[in-house]
């Protein structure tokens, strides 16, 4: 079972769950190991075992040098690798479990 772990300050909010995804967004990323830890624009962050995310799979499969070339779609709405072809968006992240 993979697990999503939101770190720092909760949201204070009363938005519904489509309305605060569409509000954070990605402000930079980083790997430690097979864990990936986003800073949201809210000063959160969020860290994934991709090695727990089967849809993460071709992440897990990357070297450390696809993994570090990265770049933030315009708006921070999602990640991308390009020498991957692939990427990740936030309100994906955040939706695997309730923010708190």
């Not at 990936?36 to 849809?55: A, N, Q």
């Not at 799979?57 to 570090?68: H, I, N, S, V």
Request: hydrophobic fraction near 45%.
């Amino acid at each position: 079972m993979w697990e999503l772990q939101i770190l720092q300050k909760p949201i204070q909010t009363q938005l519904p769950m489509n309305q605060i995804d569409m509000q954070l967004h990605a402000t930079t990323a980083n790997f430690v190991g097979n864990i990936l830890y986003i800073k949201l624009s809210d000063d959160r962050e969020i860290s994934v075992l991709i090695d727990s995310v089967p849809w993460l799979d071709w992440l897990r499969k990357a070297t450390p040098e696809q993994r570090a070339n990265w770049s933030i779609e315009p708006g921070g709405f999602a990640l991308y690798w390009e020498d991957l072809d692939d990427g990740i968006e936030v309100c994906h992240l955040l939706g695997m479990q309730p923010l708190i």
